[in-house]
């Protein structure tokens, strides 16, 4: 019988034993350079060990400097009057994309008119409420950023849901007030284009303005540079 030295004596050496096995087991992998290299994460939450965390993409924007109090007081009417009439062409562009998306599940001629007709009324009866609250100004911006949100202007949207002689009658009304519905949203070319995207992106990073991709296709990284009157 072995007494307690002896007992130990082996505890001990069959622990060496085991480390050892582990040890060696390690020791019989041939480590790969690249994984050398590698820190790995745990997050809060997550049973998975990632290489790296995913995050959002984030759109950094430099500081504002107006050159004058002029400036500032414009760039600051037009984030008013921005922030204002975004809604209603997000809007717009939400029920353009049901509209189509629900038509293309309907087969019969009557009920895709009849359809369309509900959508057309409601655009209708909602824009038009809006529209009477609005200056000459807003009116034309919201008029731009229907087509920023949808890819189309407010002129070819009405003529798509109507006819082209109401289009022309809708433009003809608007230029009463100083506002073409044929109006197209334009920051590659056009510098108070350029000030409104800026005022929206500002708007998306600081929950101002729900955001929602533009239609059209242009890089604001690369207008930022273009453009030097911020």
């Known amino acids: 019988m072995l007494n307690n030295t002896q007992l130990k004596t082996n505890l001990l050496l069959l622990a060496c034993f085991i480390s050892s096995i582990g040890v060696f087991g390690q020791n019989d992998t041939i480590a790969d350079p690249k994984e050398e290299d590698k820190r790995y994460m745990i997050i809060a939450g997550d049973s998975i060990v990632r290489e790296s965390i995913d995050l959002d993409e984030v759109l950094i924007l430099k500081r504002l400097h107006f050159k004058n ?114 109006e197209e949203y334009d920051p590659i070319n056009n510098e108070e284009d350029y000030i409104i995207e800026d005022i929206l992106q500002r708007s998306f990073q600081n929950n101002v303005l729900e955001p929602q991709p533009s239609a059209l296709d242009f890089d604001f990284l690369e207008l930022t540079d273009k453009w030097d009157v911020l």
């Open 69 to 182: 109090n002029t400036d500032r007081r414009r760039y600051l009417i037009l984030r008013r009057k921005t922030r204002k009439v975004y809604p209603y062409a997000k809007l717009a562009a939400e029920r353009l994309t049901s509209l189509n998306e629900r038509l293309g599940s309907i087969k019969s001629n009557r009920d895709r008119k009849k359809y369309t007709k509900i959508v057309q009324n409601y655009i209708e009866d909602q824009f038009a409420e809006e529209l009477k609250k609005m200056t000459h100004t807003e009116g034309q911006i919201l008029v731009k950023l229907i087509h920023r949100q949808t890819g189309i202007t407010a002129f070819e949207l009405i003529k798509e849901l109507r006819s082209g002689w109401r289009a022309f009658w809708y433009n003809t009304t608007a230029s009463l007030f100083e506002i073409s519905l044929k």
